[in-house]
Each structure stands twice: as C-alpha cells, then as structure tokens.
C-alpha cells in the first residue's frame, strides 16, 4: 500500500496546485477586467487630455525653429559686419576708436564706404505667444 500512499499524495499535490492555479488565474481574470473596464477608459480619457499639452509641445517646436532660423541670419550679419568692419583686438584699438583719445587722421581715400545696416525682418512673441492678460482672461495657463 505504500505505493497507492504515495500516489495518492501525488495527486493531492497535484490536486492543491491546480487550486493555486485556477486561484492566480481569477486573480489575473479580475484584475484584466478592472483595468479593462476601469483603467483603460480613465488612461484613455488622461491621453485626451493631454492632447492639447501636445499640440501646444508642437507649437513650441515649431516656435523655436523659427526663433533658430532667426537667429541664424542675425548671426551671419554679425559675421559679415564684424569681416567689413573687422573687431577691436585690444583694449588700445577700443580706446583709441574714441575720438577724445585718438590723433586727428586725415581719411584714407581708399577707405571703403560703410554698408547701411538693413535689419531683417524677424519673428514677433506676440504673433505666437498671447500676452499673459489675454490668457489670464482665455483661461490659459
């Protein structure tokens, strides 16, 4: 009879974890039902939310290449006048640019004239970001 006892613990054992097994799997059923039926809709509503949190990320990139772009052209400005002009190197050159401190000399008549500085037309905030009235009173933050 040994042999039946130690099938029949066998089988209780086997028996106790089908239990356990069929005890994880309502568990997982339960569980797959809240977050089908609680979870996802409360996830899906936060996304719908945040749509506009992302279309105004979209916006501000969009912003910000544009502010580059910009910048970029103020940039090689700067570098085309500071070539024309060339930059002062010392203190010495910037005081003496002065004309207090500077001897009188005559003009070099090959000296090149001085383009006229054109500013380029550029972005304005107010055309893309509303003044802090405007959305105090639309409810924007």
Do not use: W
């Not at 190197?89 to 004309?99: C, E, G």
């Amino acid at each position: 009879m040994s042999v039946r006892n130690h099938l029949d613990e066998k089988i209780e054992e086997l028996l106790t974890r089908l239990d356990e097994f069929c005890a994880v799997v309502d568990i997982i059923r339960t569980d797959s039902s809240l977050a089908l039926n609680r979870s996802l809709p409360e996830v899906h509503a936060k996304s719908k939310e945040l749509e506009s949190v992302f279309q105004k990320v979209d916006d501000l990139e969009k912003f910000v290449s544009l502010v580059k772009k910009d910048v970029m052209v103020i940039e090689e400005q700067v570098n085309t006048a500071e070539k024309d002009l060339g930059t002062l190197t010392s203190v010495k050159n910037l005081i003496m640019s002065f004309p207090l401190f500077s001897q009188k000399r005559t003009r070099n008549p090959a000296h090149k004239p001085l383009r006229r500085y054109v500013p380029p037309e550029i972005f304005r905030t107010e055309d893309y970001i509303a003044p802090e009235e405007q959305r105090d009173q639309s409810g924007e933050g």
